[in-house]
Antibody, heavy 122, light 107 residues
Framework: QVQLVESGGGVVQPGRSLRLSCAASGFTFRNYAMHWVRQAPGKGLEWVAVISYDGSNKNYPDSVKGRLTISRDNSKNTVYLQMNSLRGDDTAIYYC???????????????WGQGTLVTVSS | DFQMTQSPSSVSASVGDRVTITCRASQDIGRWLVWYQQKPGKAPKLLIYAASTLQSGVPSRFSGSGSGTDFTLTISSLQPEDFATYYCQQSNTIPWTFGRGTKVEIK
């Protein structure tokens, strides 16, 4: 079954760190760039990170650059999001998503996980 | 960053109606425009990419058009399962950005 399953969300205090995981199955994970996209409660979608199929290239919007780090382990079919110095406006559902391109990114997403909620609050 | 402006923000329609949603980019994005559907409590679903190409498995009542800065998503005959929020996204330039969404509600 082709799917992405996120984990690692929860309640965290401002300034602390959290690591999210996304386990892929049912497709050749090492061929695809992967993304994280977030959605604040009741709000729209915001792309926050991409990693190339082999992990050699990464990119982020300025809003998270320096605080969020994406990584992957192709031997475990898993992509991660390390979140440091968390702030209240990082509160959101975090979705892991697969890029539609194979071995290059197209910047849009054809497979999504169910999401994991991160709440930043004291 | 490329700003994406969707209109309307919400629309009330009945089953069988034709519904059109527009999306305007702040700069020319060619045909690098994507549409998603999101239902409450669920992840978004890819509907259309490259402005007008239907993703596999998406019903043909959905169609997309446009290029440059102006784009439309049309649902030719609204079905009960189509009541949802629709987002456009530009995939032309990093950072990839989304519109604020259009909620299609039952009239």
């Amino acid at each position: 079954q082709v799917q992405l399953v996120e984990s690692g969300g929860g309640v965290v205090q401002p300034g602390r760190s959290l690591r999210l995981s996304c386990a892929a199955s049912g497709f050749t994970f090492r061929n695809y760039a992967m993304h994280w996209v977030r959605q604040a409660p009741g709000k729209g979608l915001e792309w926050v990170a991409v990693i190339s199929y082999d992990g050699s290239n990464k990119n982020y919007p300025d809003s998270v650059k320096g605080r969020l780090t994406i990584s992957r382990d192709n031997s475990k079919n898993t992509v991660y999001l390390q979140m440091n110095s968390l702030r209240g406006d990082d509160t959101a559902i975090y979705y892991c998503a697969r890029d539609r391109g194979i071995q290059f990114w197209l910047g849009h997403f054809d497979l999504w996980g169910q999401g994991t909620l991160v709440t930043v609050s004291s | 960053d490329f700003q994406m402006t969707q209109s309307p923000s919400s629309v009330s329609a009945s089953v069988g109606d034709r519904v059109t949603i527009t999306c305007r980019a702040s700069q020319d994005i060619g045909r690098w425009l994507v549409w998603y559907q999101q239902k409450p409590g669920k992840a978004p679903k890819l509907l259309i990419y490259a402005a007008s190409t239907l993703q596999s498995g998406v019903p043909s009542r959905f169609s997309g058009s446009g290029s440059g800065t102006d784009f439309t998503l049309t649902i030719s005959s609204l079905q009960p399962e189509d009541f949802a929020t629709y987002y456009c996204q530009q995939s032309n330039t990093i950072p990839w950005t989304f519109g604020r969404g259009t909620k299609v509600e039952i009239k």
